[in-house]
């Protein structure tokens, strides 16, 4: 279940992007949802390392999507 209380939306280039974060003591998995060019994405990240991965890296990776 996504914690939709502790979300933030990060709106930079020509698509929307939604990073939605869940608090750290529970064990939920992060999600990041965009579309670009007419498809949409979803990258999850595992919550061992959502101390590593930031919003702004996934937005880095999104950017990279031709």
Do not use: C
Not at 18 to 36: D, G, H, L, M, P
Not at 56 to 65: G, K
Request: net charge positive.
């Amino acid at each position: 279940m996504i914690d939709l209380e502790k979300w933030s939306t990060i709106d930079r280039r020509r698509y929307s992007n939604k990073y939605i974060k869940t608090a750290q003591s529970k064990k939920r998995v992060n999600y990041f949802y965009f579309e670009k060019n007419g498809w949409q994405y979803l990258f999850r990240v595992h919550p061992e390392v959502s101390n590593v991965i930031s919003p702004e890296l996934l937005v880095e990776l999104a950017d990279s999507i031709n």
